[in-house]
């Protein structure tokens, strides 16, 4: 999946929405995974499994946020995923923004989408669960995981893994 194809002016209302509407995202707490005894690649699979579980119920609240005009109270484990591919989706933009400026020399005028429903919807789910949770998962996964003290720490191929998921290795080619 592509990201959503809008012209630079609504690429400005989508920064400008995920900006506003972000200020007052549902309390996610942290969440965590115990390292000992996992294969990495089960334990990257299954957190990518985790974080992006739950998308019509994560766009149910996005709707609800759009028509009450304040997001919802919701579950710890669900404002984690909204919080995930929200921030995902926001950053996107901002990058896609600073190019815009690198070339053009100007921050684009905002302009409102004809569907405006349909790219965020796009862009919060469709393009998170095809390239959006790799790139997240490739910033916080690696702070998610946890040793037991009692347990044997990281070992040498934990410190490898992680520096692979940092620098994308697990990343899906779009």
């Known amino acids: 999946m592509k990201p959503p194809i809008l012209t630079h002016e609504e690429w400005a209302w989508t ?4 900006t506003q509407w972000g200020k007052g995202l549902p309390r996610a707490g942290k969440t965590g995974y115990k390292g000992n005894g996992w294969d990495v690649d089960d334990l990257y699979e299954t957190a990518r499994s985790d974080i992006s579980f739950g998308r019509d119920e994560v766009w149910k609240v996005i709707e609800e946020r759009a028509t ?3 997001w919802p109270k919701v579950r710890p484990e669900l404002a984690r995923r909204i919080n995930a591919r929200w921030k995902a989706a ?3 933009s901002k990058g896609v923004l600073q190019v815009v400026k690198e070339d053009t020399g100007k921050a ?3 302009v409102k989408p004809n569907d405006p429903e349909k790219v965020l919807k796009e ?3 469709d393009y998170w669960d095809s390239f959006l949770v790799d790139n997240w998962l490739s910033d916080n996964l690696p702070d998610m995981i946890y040793f037991d003290s009692y347990d044997e720490g990281p070992s040498d191929d934990f410190s490898e ?4 998921v940092r620098s994308g290795k697990y990343k899906r080619k779009i």
Request: no cysteine; net charge negative.
């Open 108 to 110: 684009p005028d905002v």
């Open 90 to 92: 926001l950053n996107f």
């Open 68 to 70: 009450m005009g304040a």
């Open 161 to 164: 893994w992680e520096h692979q």
């Open 123 to 125: 862009l919060i789910l």
């Open 15 to 18: 920064y400008a929405i995920l």
